[in-house]
C-alpha cells in the first residue's frame, strides 16, 4: 500500500491551495483518511480527519479555512486550504487506516509529505 499526496506549493497569504492524496495498492478497505502538519522545528500535528462515512473534525487552527473531503471510489483524500496563513507553512503529510484484506488488522500508512510555504 502506498499513499501519494500531492498539491503543495509556495502561495501568498490569503491564498488557497488543494492538497490530494492517492491510496493505492492491495486494498480492501479504507477507515479514516486524515493530513497532519509538520511545520519546521516542530512536532507532526493533526490538521482534519475524515471517517469513512463522512464525518470530519478539524484543528482549531483550521477551522473555517480548510475542508477536507474524500472520494471512496478513487481512495482519494482531500484538502482545501483557504485564507492560507504564514502559520500553516509546512509539511503536509495524509495517512489512512487500511485493511488489505477482509480478514487482516487495520494498519495506519502514511504519505511522503508535500511542501506547503505561504509568504507574507
Known amino acids: 500500500v502506498q499513499l501519494q499526496a500531492s498539491g503543495g506549493g509556495l502561495v501568498q497569504a490569503g491564498g488557497s491551495l488543494r492538497l490530494s492524496c492517492v491510496a493505492s495498492?492491495?486494498?480492501?478497505?479504507?477507515?479514516?483518511m486524515g493530513w497532519y502538519r509538520q511545520a519546521p522545528g516542530k512536532q507532526r500535528e493533526l490538521v482534519a480527519v475524515?471517517?469513512?462515512?463522512?464525518?470530519?473534525n478539524y484543528a482549531d487552527s483550521a477551522k473555517g479555512r480548510f475542508t477536507i473531503s474524500r472520494d471512496n471510489a478513487k481512495n482519494t483524500v482531500f484538502l482545501q486550504m483557504n485564507a492560507l496563513e504564514p502559520e500553516d507553512t509546512g509539511v503536509y503529510y495524509c495517512?489512512?487506516?487500511?485493511?488489505?484484506?477482509?480478514?487482516?488488522?487495520?494498519?495506519?500508512?502514511w504519505g511522503q509529505g508535500t511542501l506547503v510555504t505561504v509568504s507574507s
Open positions: 495498492g492491495s486494498i480492501f478497505s479504507i477507515n479514516d
Open positions: 475524515i471517517r469513512s462515512a463522512g464525518g470530519t
Open positions: 495517512n489512512a487506516d487500511i485493511k488489505r484484506s477482509r480478514y487482516a488488522v487495520w494498519n495506519t500508512y
